[in-house]
């Protein structure tokens, strides 16, 4: 089965967490939730920490301070509506998937996130991922019926892998 995610690991501390294969499962389970298939798509994760995720934030969204996850769409897919669904992406061929763009994630944020709610790590991880992966597919939580759509999907999602409900 060909890897839906390249991974680029900057913080040596997501070699230990098992990230490629906790993303690729979220990522699988939040695409199938979707109607989409996993073959044809790709994206890139960068795992860093909080210096690098912060300076991010800060070129591109003008807020100089850590957070936890960051997506970049490869193209704009939103909805003009508000609650409506983004525009679907179309798969490429199994040997030039169509990129769905780049997301990063900070160590530093996610596991004080995690120790701070008691939830596992990797709950928490695989719930940003899905999370950012809504991203980049057009969805967003800015207004209320986007978020209500949004989180939907991402506690089915989570629900695929056993996962509870993290707005609860």
Request: glycine content about 8%; proline content about 6%.
């Amino acid at each position: 089965m060909e890897p839906l995610v390249d991974i680029v690991v900057e913080d040596d501390r997501w070699e230990a967490f098992g990230l490629e294969a906790l993303a690729d499962r979220a990522l699988r389970a939040a695409l199938e939730e979707l109607g989409l298939p996993a073959i044809g798509f790709t994206l890139c994760l960068m795992a860093c920490d909080d210096a690098r995720i912060a300076a991010l934030n800060g070129d591109f969204r003008g807020k100089a301070k850590a957070t936890n996850v960051l997506s970049w769409p490869s193209e704009e897919r939103g909805s003009d509506d508000e609650g409506g669904q983004p525009d679907r992406p179309e798969p490429g061929p199994a040997d030039d998937p169509e990129h769905l763009g780049d997301i990063a994630i900070s160590y530093d944020t996610c596991l004080a996130e995690a120790t701070a709610a008691g939830e596992p790590a990797a709950d928490h991880v695989t719930h940003l991922v899905i999370h950012a992966l809504l991203h980049l597919l057009g969805y967003d939580h800015i207004r209320e019926a986007d978020a209500t759509l949004m989180e939907g999907i991402e506690v089915r999602a989570l629900a695929r892998l056993g996962l509870s409900d993290p707005y609860l």
